[in-house]
């Protein structure tokens, strides 16, 4: 039997609930295959699209599409391919519908449809459900590097390695490490030094191999790293430490030279054991920021259970972060590229730059009378303060894999991965402003409307100050005063404020989509456009 369910969804990638009210699947002869419709609507109604389908069929015809207006309203047709991937199978004789195979598409013809959709549009939601889920596309290697990762974060004490490992315990989408991944499968092959790279990655003693990434580049009673999951850890201090004689340094294999090559994709896709690990690296700066965040925050929830701080303190809370920093930057090091190490070493500094952007921006226009100055230099803080405190971690993520891949300077790849990594985390960060607005507790796993409670002045509230003077006033006192916060929800909610940020996300995910045109074709980039879209629908 035809799944109803399925012919609802499919028509929800096409156009937004409120717009359709019925759609039915005809077979090119006009026969109903079967309907989907709201409970207000009778079966007339569905009877009049069938007898209406067969005359239609021709003027969908050769673009694919047609609007009709009829009585009942706009009419939008749409071929569909019966696939056994989008689940539509053939109702049974019983039903009175065609058991008969189809050689030309199947018809969606969705009832009402108000909203004049362009033809580009439509194929672009259309086509989507044949390109690859970003995250379905790299999920055996997600899952592995969340489950390897834990083995990152054993230490001398039971309750440090709890909380470190805390957040990790919580689904999450991994949308850092994924971009980490992504970039390194759409570009390995491409660098100048990938030949290289790829060797290093097999060589013995190259320091490129998986297992090498897990051993400590200085002595471990150096180090005193205790992590019970690692092979060489020290934990004595029963005596006085003396001197230990040096050992040889074991001498690494002679590297080949680079041979020139065109760049061309590493074909069968292939991931280094250093991009790897650096997806992980990612993840664990993002914690570490998290664990602080939600302390500075004073929130009570993430991912819709108790926050770290509300389990284990402020002073364990913060204390594990710096851990988790720790432990990233051991890995880092030992990923064994100073460029690597300084790029995601900034990340570091430009999340505390960020935050604390974000906890003097207000103070510094108390009292400021609003103008245009004042509202042109509150966007200009606001967008640097998201770039420090989301995109920067996404775009040097995205940056340093490439580099990890082998990219020399001069090469366009990782300017490539930056610039998208910038725009994605920027159009990222704004729509999460924008369903502090919208969305709840049930959505977002914590509660909604945080930032006006925190005092902070995000896009919406950006935008409704330019058509609302008045909001100068309770952005200047941080929404301190009574009613103040359910005042400036009004104001963004009588204003284009959360229509405009949107907008502006938009911009920034479709430059973002752009630049993957520097990329040669491949699932992976396939899969990053994708996620220009989803940034944005916010569909995960
Ligand atoms: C979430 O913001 C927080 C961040 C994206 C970064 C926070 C950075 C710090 C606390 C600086 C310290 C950094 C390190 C690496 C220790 P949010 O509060 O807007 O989002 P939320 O609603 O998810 O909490
Ligand atoms: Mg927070």
Redesign the pocket.
Known sequence: MLNLSTLHKLLSQVLEPPHLHTAVLLTPEGQLVSYATGPARSKDSVRVVVGLSAEVWQEAGEQGIAFIDSELGRILILPVEETAANGIVEASPESGASERSHDKPLMLVALNSTDVIEWDDLEAKTTSRNRPDPHALLKPELDLLRDRLLNLLGSAHPTLTEIAKYYFLHPSKQLRPLLVLLFSSATNGLGAHWEQKKWAAECEGARGRAEELDQPLSRPDVLNDWNPSMPDHTTSFASVFSLVPPTARVRPPARPLAPAHPPTLAAPALLLPTQLRLAQIVEM?HV???????V??D?NL?RGVASAPAVFGNKLTILA??FL?GRASAALSRLGDSEVVELIASV?TN??E??ILQLNKVSQESGALVDARVGRESWNVYLKKTYL??ASLMAKGARAAVVLGGSRQGEVWKEVAYAYGRNLGIAFQLV?DIL?YEAGEATLG?PGG??LRLGLATGPALYAWEEHPEMGQLIARKFENAGDVELARDLVRRSSGVERTRELAIAHASKARELLEHLPDSDAKTALEVLTERVVERTW
């Open positions: 700066i570490a920021s998290l664990l602080h965040d939600d500075i925050d929130a993430r972060g710096d920093l570091i999340l505390v960020g935050e405190k989301t999460d502090d914590k945080a930032d």
